[in-house]
């Protein structure tokens, strides 16, 4: 069960390799959670930093590309830790846009993972958490979605596309006890993304970890990290297409 | 239906499916229908955290087990079905010339939940709290069992597990408590404003005259607070207008409702201590022998409707606990503690004898509630830190309250909690009987061989 002050007993990590997610799990273990599960293709190592911590992880194999076995996927979690108080969505690839410009069928395919992936299990994810009657679902979005530009819209789309699937996905859970959060980092500099030329006002994962505990604290349905990008994409947001398509990374 | 449930801080909600039982019939029945996620009975949800909840799965909305206040004038016994509101049993009561033994600080509670919270109120000093007073009860487990239980003979150890059980051992549907004989509806309050907490503390210990004694403490003033004393009035108390009909007119007055969920960030520091300023300063400094009508003196917040409302959209977290006598340092200690922070006028009562329920929460000594933005930064950490020094000193939390401790925390404070849990366990072998309060703090885990 979440707390009164937002402390949850149990997390399920979709992505049992993702800095981002990883940095969440661990703020959420200090902040009383005592069971982990984390799911990532093959199973996920415990990193050091989090077994210091001492709670009972587990570990799951998961593929976000086999849709198939994600109902079966979130099934086991359940098995291994009971009600899922947290589950984190935070998969994904971040791809080279000119490699995909050369590769469509490689974009084609991550895009698949990070759109229609967690489509997937996250409407698994939502089965369960409507039937436990409460939980939280805390889909990694990106700012790379809010508006999408020229130099990663291969991947801005599908984030475009997963920000808009989470927004709806929390309308229909609304009464359910379910909840989504949907979390909108600017530029974060981890394994995932060095081949990335870095963006005004990046994020740590520590500061992205930090926005999702203060979104379960208070019930917001939306946290940006940094909490300024909100005020700047508004107004990016309304910018004219030639203006836009000129302004640089 | 599917409902939303919170307490009455408005933190944490979770779903669940609703039905309104109106005999003890249809409670069997409910609770043979509910499925794998449990079931559970709610009242006025007038419990703070999610002690009414039960995430998933059935919750009982006992509010329509009601029926007449059933008077033995004789015994001085009263038998009321159990989802009767405190308010509409006292105005039962009153005019015959009896009141309810303990009543808690707020009447929109029914005693079905009273009894499960083991409620204490402001003479818990001189009468201990309701439990000690009930001398029956009836209890639907899931089997679908109806027992009669008395505190004093057969299954007494699953009447004491239903005492403060949270309703975690079946549903109470009419329970029999001893009344209190009266000759008026009014009390005769004496009050006083002390300059700080060690004044507070030195008036309320020596006094033991009183039937009834409270304290309003401003944290953020140092301590000061608000001392109020009162018993029954009699007769000869009263105005002679009044005297020809003592045992009317105890009952509330118009109560005005919060209109408006009030804006995030309303409460802060400066804004609270605004507060509790003017609010110790509306009182006498010294005043003796006022007659007040009862559910005014009992109920000062019943007069406002919907006053969870003012706490904002994140809710609030009351925080009670009691520390024993002699602990009066951490008692100053938590209170410092709890200057540092927006905190609204709190609750300093002393506590006397406890009853032989392993969940009742009073024990001999001190409490202190009080109530607290849920949205306030580093909450967490504060109230884990006031958690320590309550459970170094022995001392313990209501579980009626806490929407938020710890379930390693609330099992040292308990020493009781394994025998409840066998007794639990038996009368509720394939645990039934679960709420998201009993899943959060783990209440409900298999008992270890005996």
């Known amino acids: ?65 086999l849709y198939g076995t994600h109902a079966g996927t979130v099934d086991a979690a359940v098995e291994l830790v009971g009600d899922l108080d947290v589950v984190v969505d935070a998969f994904g690839v971040l791809g080279d846009q000119a490699a995909y410009e050369a590769d469509p069928v490689s974009a084609a395919r991550d895009s698949a993972v990070n759109y229609t992936g967690h489509v997937s299990v996250d409407l698994a994810v939502a089965t369960r958490l409507r039937e436990q009657g409460h939980g939280t679902l805390v889909v990694l979005s990106s700012v790379a979605g809010v508006r999408t530009r020229r130099f990663n819209y291969v991947y801005g789309s599908a984030k475009a596309g997963l920000d808009g699937f989470a927004q709806g996905l929390g309308d229909a859970l609304h009464g359910t006890g379910a909840r989504v959060l949907v979390v909108r980092p600017g530029h974060v500099p981890t394994q995932m993304s060095r081949h990335v030329d870095p963006a005004p006002f990046p994020a740590t994962p520590g500061q992205v970890a930090a926005a999702v505990a203060r979104g379960l604290r208070t019930g917001a349905h939306t946290v940006w990290a940094p909490p300024v990008l909100w005020p700047l994409f508004t107004v990016l947001r309304t910018l004219p297409r030639p203006l836009w398509r000129r302004l640089g990374r | ?95 015959r010339g009896h009141a309810l033994p303990v009543v808690p600080g707020t009447r929109h509670v029914t005693l079905g939940g009273a009894i499960a919270a083991d409620v204490h109120g402001k003479n818990h000093h001189a ?74 503390l030195e008036l309320l210990s020596r006094d033991s005259g009183h039937r009834y004694s409270v304290a309003w403490v401003d944290l953020l003033g140092g301590g000061r607070s608000i001392v109020s004393r009162a018993d029954h009035a009699g007769v000869q108390d009263l105005p002679a207008r009044s005297r020809r009909a003592p045992l009317s007119g105890g009952g509330p007055g118009a109560a005005p409702t919060v209109p408006v969920t009030a804006p995030r960030g309303l409460f802060n520091r400066w804004t609270v201590a605004a507060f509790n300023h ?41 925080y009670q606990c009691v520390v024993p006598l002699g602990e009066e340092d951490t008692l100053r200690a938590v209170a410092a503690d709890l200057a540092r922070v927006p905190t609204f006028l709190g609750v300093l009562k002393r506590t006397g004898r406890a009853v032989p329920a392993p969940l009742s929460f009073p024990r001999p000594g001190w409490t202190l509630a009080v109530d607290l933005p849920a949205d306030l930064p580093g909450l967490r950490v504060l109230l884990d830190r006031l958690d320590e020094r309550v459970l170094a000193a022995g001392g313990r939390l209501y579980l009626a309250k806490d929407a938020r401790a710890r379930p390693e925390t609330v099992r040292a ?27 959060r703090l783990d209440l409900r885990a298999r008992p270890e061989k005996e």
């Open chain 2, 1 to 95: 239906m599917t409902v939303l449930l919170s307490g009455w801080g408005g933190t944490a909600p979770s779903a669940a499916r609703v039905v309104r039982p109106r005999d003890t019939g249809q409670v069997a029945r409910a609770l043979a229908a509910a499925g794998p996620r449990g079931a559970l009975p709610r009242g006025l949800g007038r419990s703070y955290g999610d002690a009414a909840q039960d995430a998933g799965g059935t919750v009982l909305d006992c509010t329509e087990l009601t029926g007449p206040v059933r008077l033995d004038p004789e015994r001085g016994e009263a038998t009321v079905a159990a989802g009767t509101p405190l308010g509409r049993i006292s105005a039962g009561l009153l005019p």
């Open chain 2, 413 to 439: 404070m308990y020493p009781g909690l394994p025998d409840w849990r066998r007794t639990c366990a038996r009368a509720d072998p394939d645990g039934v009987m679960v709420s998201d309060l009993a899943r």
């Open chain 2, 127 to 200: 009468d201990s709290s309701l439990g000690a007073h009930v001398r029956s009860l009836t209890l639907v487990t899931p089997d679908g069992t109806v027992r009669r239980l008395r505190p004093d003979e057969g299954e007494t150890e699953l009447f004491w597990a239903t005492v403060g059980g949270m309703g975690l051992t079946g549903v109470v549907t009419e329970a029999t408590f001893a009344t209190l004989p009266v000759t008026t509806a009014h009390a005769r309050v004496d009050t006083d404003r002390t300059a700080d907490l060690d004044t507070t």
């Open chain 2, 278 to 318: 003017a609010y110790y300063h509306r009182a006498p400094l010294r005043r003796r022998g006022r007659v007040q009508p009862l559910a005014e003196f009992f109920h000062p917040l019943d007069g406002l409707r919907a006053w969870n409302r003012a706490y904002g959209p994140a809710g609030a977290v009351q």
């Open chain 1, 1 to 65: 069960m979440r707390d009164a002050v937002g402390s949850v007993r149990s997390v399920l990590l979709l992505g049992g390799r993702s800095e981002i997610g990883l940095a969440v799990v661990e703020r959420l273990v200090r902040e009383g959670a005592r069971e982990v599960v984390l799911a990532a293709r093959g199973g996920a190592e415990v990193p050091h930093t989090l077994a210091a911590l001492e709670p009972e992880v587990h570990s799951l194999d998961f593929d976000a590309a």
